[in-house]
């Protein structure tokens, strides 16, 4: 039987798509369905001063309205609220919402209007009067470094991290770069905005939700509701992109739930795409300070970097910009360190490649800097500072063909052609520039949990807590357990998103492929053993005593490996025995790999740009990215997560920029008109492809994370680009035409 791992299978929720019938957190149409809207403060930060809800009240179809005064018990605390503290599970605020009249933040919600229909809803909301005695908000992150503070640590570990002596390493250096480059607040913009649906039956609360962690939401509406966890199931079968931004739980889920007790109703909140701008984190302003020193012939002696974002002070949020910068490049001397500021915001939060988008824009526009200083191509000299091993865990790889990518990139894009001198490329007036950037993501594993069943009609249900973001995770699930099943993937049905099955992590850090395809194949093997073990003792079976290591899965058959004319099929076995299905559910955690090597995937991206000089506007023309992330599961779906980081990191370099209103706080262009992310138009032909790598140590599968490698670097190779084809360096993101001109 030919596998189905590495085929360019075709999603198999494709039709669901696009047809319809694939069930997102707004499309339930529960019996009873009441419609939620919340009103948010157009301030922050400061202090509700008056909330008149009397007009609204009396609105038509007006069933509730959910404020502080009435959305908790007296006697209710928000016991485990504590400021700065953040388990990267909980936004904090979820802890305290519609708890009292403060004001932290501009788009924090006040109050939730139900009604009837969604049309009632929204015209109630509009009559609630409000009043805000509003303080000066705190937003300006270059005006606040010097009140810069350390954060406790970065997912366990300390935000500084020193090695060699950079001091020495500086001064000894011939060539130097020390420059700062900046990011503005990002915003994730998924095609569907976040929607909860809540219901009650007694004690036990359902939502439907849009999310990347069903289990964390689960948690957080436990605590926050003073519910065991048990007595929530959070459903999210189908999410509509996510970016990161869905990975925590966000204030409007637990007021869909109030809401939901209020009513005694189903309650469906969908927050406006407006709304999403205040309410849920995004990516935190940054303020980036690095400095490389090298030989003449470019060796790296020094390289610091210095990070700094702003936070709330609802809670931290550490955009760990230099983790990568750590061990991207051989060097003696590294210096990183990694500060917070307090701003007057929702609390920031995940977003594609958190650190390593940003970190390299900063890392690899300094490197590009360097290769100018030095007179040295920017290619050549990142292959003279190659690490050969992670220098700052001394660990060996456990798999790197970062040279394959740069080798393979640079001649499909035709970088050797390159004229290094800014402005010395032409097509017609258009200035045209080709620039270069490396990128990199760890890979990440956590323990998950998945079920298999193998039914007598010689189909199998692989059941996980997992999510499909659009990434395509249901369909290399769904190869990875035909595979081990034996079966072709046509009868193979995955299931996840649903807190009623077996544990998976968050589809966070690009690891769920590498987490939950573990516990996938043990529990198929589990599975499968039951089947051997019953071949073994059935009399009337071909394989009745059979050694049960030579019996393999192959086409829906137990098949012995020395005469394979010794063969049954999954549901004669099952059938004679009586027996409608075999069933196995197991775990599967990260081992002692993680503690012996470094993993890491890598990637060279290569941009083109032509830039007119009268205007100042910026096309990307052309973009390879080679990329080498262990074993390709599909290589479809795994390109398309390369296209689709490309793309963001074409938004990245060019266009995404929140504005926030300094008197009042409230992000100014909060729609799609004013906020840009690319359309087709802007996206040029991307080929994105992956240099064969083969890990025997990273995991059971050899795969590495996908969903975040394409952005890194993409936003520097843009920048290089535009500085060879303008000679000018823009530092601050978003490179726009004002400051180009
Ligand atoms: Mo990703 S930003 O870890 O969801």
């Given at each position: 039987m030919?596998?189905?791992?590495?085929t360019?299978?075709?999603?198999?929720d494709?039709?669901?798509k696009?047809?319809?019938?694939?069930?997102?957190?707004?499309?339930?149409?529960?019996?009873?369905?009441?419609h939620?809207?919340?009103?948010?403060?157009p301030?922050g930060p400061?202090?509700?001063?008056?909330?008149?809800i009397?007009?609204?009240?009396?609105?038509?179809g007006?069933?509730?309205?959910?404020?502080?005064?009435?959305?908790h018990?007296?006697?209710?605390?928000p016991?485990?609220?504590?400021?700065?503290?953040?388990?990267?599970?909980?936004?904090?605020?979820?802890l305290?919402?519609?708890?009292?009249?403060?004001?932290?933040?501009?788009g924090?919600?006040?109050?939730?209007v139900?009604?009837?229909?969604?049309?009632?809803?929204?015209?109630?909301?509009a009559?609630?009067?409000?009043?805000?005695?509003?303080?000066?908000?705190?937003?300006?992150l270059?005006?606040?470094?010097?009140?810069?503070?350390?954060?406790?640590?970065?997912?366990?570990?300390?935000?500084d991290?020193?090695?060699?002596?950079f001091?020495?390493?500086w001064?000894?250096?011939?060539?130097?770069?020390?420059?700062?480059?900046?990011?503005p607040?990002?915003?994730?913009?998924?095609?569907?905005?976040?929607?909860?649906?809540?219901?009650?039956e007694?004690?036990?609360?359902?939502v439907?939700?849009?999310?990347?962690?069903?289990?964390?939401?689960?948690?957080?509406?436990?605590?926050t509701?003073?519910?065991?966890?048990?007595?929530?199931?959070?459903?999210s079968?189908?999410v509509g992109?996510?970016?990161g931004?869905k990975?925590m739980?966000?204030?409007?889920?637990?007021?869909?739930?109030?809401?939901a007790?209020?009513v005694?109703?189903?309650?469906?909140?969908a927050v406006?795409?407006?709304?999403?701008?205040?309410?849920?984190?995004?990516?935190?302003?940054?303020h980036?300070?690095?400095?490389?020193g090298?030989?003449?012939?470019?060796?790296?002696?020094?390289i610091?970097?210095?990070?700094?974002?702003?936070?709330?002070?609802?809670?931290?949020?550490?955009e760990?910009?230099?983790?990568?910068?750590?061990?991207?490049?051989?060097?003696?001397n590294?210096?990183?360190?990694h500060r917070?500021v307090?701003?007057?915001?929702?609390?920031?939060t995940?977003?594609?490649?958190?650190?390593?988008?940003?970190?390299?824009f900063?890392?690899e526009?300094?490197?590009?800097?360097?290769?100018?200083?030095?007179?040295?191509?920017?290619?050549?000299?990142?292959?003279?500072?190659?690490?050969?091993?992670d220098?700052?865990?001394?660990?060996p790889?456990?798999?790197?063909?970062?040279?394959?990518?740069?080798?393979?990139?640079?001649?499909?894009?035709?970088?050797a052609q390159r004229?290094?001198?800014?402005?010395?490329?032409?097509?017609g007036?258009l200035?045209v520039?080709?620039?270069?950037?490396?990128?990199?993501?760890?890979?990440?594993?956590?323990?998950?949990?998945?079920?298999?069943?193998?039914?007598?009609d010689?189909?199998?249900?692989?059941q996980?807590?997992a999510?499909?973001?659009?990434?395509?995770?249901?369909?290399?699930l769904?190869?990875?357990?035909?595979?081990?099943?034996?079966?072709?993937?046509?009868?193979?049905?995955?299931?996840?998103g649903d807190?009623?099955?077996?544990?998976a992590?968050?589809?966070?850090?690009?690891?769920?492929?590498?987490s939950?395809?573990?516990?996938?194949?043990?529990?198929?093997?589990?599975?499968?053993d039951?089947?051997?073990?019953?071949a073994?003792?059935?009399p009337?079976?071909?394989?009745?005593?059979?050694?049960?290591?030579?019996?393999?899965?192959?086409?829906g058959?137990?098949?012995?490996t020395d005469?394979?004319?010794?063969r049954?099929?999954?549901?004669?076995?099952?059938?004679?025995?009586?027996?409608?299905?075999v069933?196995?559910?197991?775990?599967?955690?990260?081992?002692?790999?993680?503690?012996?090597?470094?993993?890491?995937?890598?990637?060279?991206?290569?941009?083109?740009?032509?830039?007119?000089?009268d205007?100042?506007?910026?096309r990307?023309?052309?973009?390879v990215?080679?990329?080498?992330?262990?074993?390709?599961?599909?290589?479809?779906?795994a390109?398309?997560?390369?296209?689709?980081?490309?793309?963001?990191?074409i938004?990245?370099?060019?266009?995404?920029?929140g504005?926030?209103d300094p008197?009042?706080?409230?992000?100014?262009?909060?729609?799609?008109a004013?906020?840009?992310?690319p359309?087709h138009?802007?996206?040029?032909?991307?080929?994105?492809?992956f240099?064969p790598?083969?890990?025997?140590?990273?995991?059971?599968?050899?795969?590495?994370?996908?969903?975040?490698?394409?952005i890194?670097?993409a936003?520097?190779?843009?920048?290089?680009?535009?500085?060879?084809?303008?000679?000018?360096?823009?530092?601050?993101?978003?490179?726009?035409?004002?400051?180009?001109?």
């Open positions: 030919t596998p189905s791992i590495g360019p299978l075709d999603r198999v494709g039709r669901q696009v047809t319809g019938t694939a069930r997102y957190a707004g499309d339930w149409d529960l019996t009873g369905l009441a939620g809207v919340l009103v948010t403060s301030v400061g202090r509700l001063t008056s909330l008149n009397s007009a609204a009240a009396s609105a038509p007006v069933l509730a309205i959910v404020t502080h005064r009435n959305a018990s007296p006697h209710a605390k016991s485990q609220f504590t400021p700065h503290r953040t388990d990267h599970t909980y936004s904090p605020d979820t305290t919402v519609l708890w009292d009249a403060e004001i932290h933040y501009a924090q919600p006040v109050a939730v139900v009604a009837e229909t969604l049309e009632q809803a929204t015209e109630a909301a009559l609630i009067r409000l009043e805000v005695e509003a303080r000066a908000p705190r937003l300006d270059a005006a606040h470094l010097n009140e810069a503070y350390p954060p406790d640590q970065i997912f366990g570990e300390d935000p991290t020193k090695r060699g002596d001091e020495a390493g001064h000894a250096a011939n060539t130097r770069i020390d420059a700062t480059y900046t990011i607040w990002e915003h994730h913009n998924p095609i569907e905005p976040h929607t909860t649906i809540a219901s009650w007694g004690n036990h609360l359902t439907h939700d849009a999310t990347q962690w069903v289990y964390g939401v689960r948690a957080v509406l436990a605590r509701l003073d519910l065991k966890p048990e007595q929530v199931r959070v459903v079968p189908f992109g996510a970016f931004c990975g739980t966000w204030p409007h889920v637990v007021c869909a739930a109030l809401a007790r209020a005694g109703r189903p309650v469906k909140l406006t795409r407006a709304q999403m701008f205040g309410l849920i984190g995004f990516r935190p302003t940054l980036q300070r690095v400095r490389l090298a030989t003449k012939d470019g060796r790296l002696t020094a610091g970097h210095d990070g700094t974002n702003g936070v709330s002070a609802l809670g931290t949020f550490v760990p910009v230099g983790q990568t910068t750590r061990m991207l490049y051989s060097c003696p590294v210096w990183v360190r917070v307090d701003l007057d915001t929702q609390m920031p995940y977003m594609r490649a958190p650190g390593e988008a940003t970190g390299s900063a890392l526009s300094a490197m590009d800097e360097l290769a100018y200083a030095l007179g040295m191509d920017p290619l050549a000299l990142r292959l003279a500072n190659y690490a050969e091993r220098e700052v865990r001394d660990l790889w456990s798999s790197k063909e970062l040279r394959a990518c740069y080798q393979q990139g640079a001649e499909r894009f035709g970088w004229d290094p001198r800014p402005g010395s490329m032409r097509d007036h200035q520039g080709w620039g270069m950037a490396t990128a990199t993501y760890p890979t990440y594993r956590s323990q998950a949990a998945a079920r298999v069943r193998i039914d007598e010689g189909r199998a249900l692989v996980s807590a999510h499909d973001l659009g990434t395509g995770a249901y369909t290399v769904t190869q990875v357990a035909a595979d081990m099943l034996g079966l072709p993937p046509d009868r193979v049905r995955f299931e996840l807190s009623d099955l077996p544990e992590p968050v589809a966070g850090g690009s690891q769920t492929t590498a939950v395809s573990a516990a996938v194949a043990f529990a198929s093997k589990a599975a499968l039951q089947l051997r073990d019953l073994r003792r059935d009337a079976s071909p394989l009745h005593e059979a050694d049960p290591n030579k019996l393999v899965a192959s086409a058959h137990l098949v012995h005469s394979p004319e010794r049954e099929a999954f549901g004669d076995l099952l059938r004679r025995n009586g027996l409608p299905a069933v196995a559910e197991r775990r599967s955690v990260p081992g002692d790999e993680e503690n012996r090597w470094s993993s890491h995937a890598f990637g060279a991206q290569f941009a083109e740009v032509k830039v007119d000089p205007l100042g506007t910026v990307v023309t052309r973009f990215g080679a990329f080498a992330a262990g074993r390709i599961l599909n290589p479809k779906t390109r398309s997560q390369m296209l689709g980081g490309i793309t963001m990191g938004g990245l370099a060019l266009m995404e920029e504005v926030r008197r009042w706080g409230r992000v100014m262009n909060a729609d799609l004013s906020y840009l992310i359309v138009l802007d996206i040029p032909h991307i080929e994105a492809f240099v790598e083969e890990d025997p140590y990273v995991n059971p599968l050899g795969v590495k994370g996908v969903g975040e490698l394409g890194v670097g936003g520097a190779a843009i920048a290089n680009a535009v500085f060879h084809a303008t000679g000018k360096r823009i530092r601050d993101l978003p490179i726009t035409v004002e400051k180009l001109l």
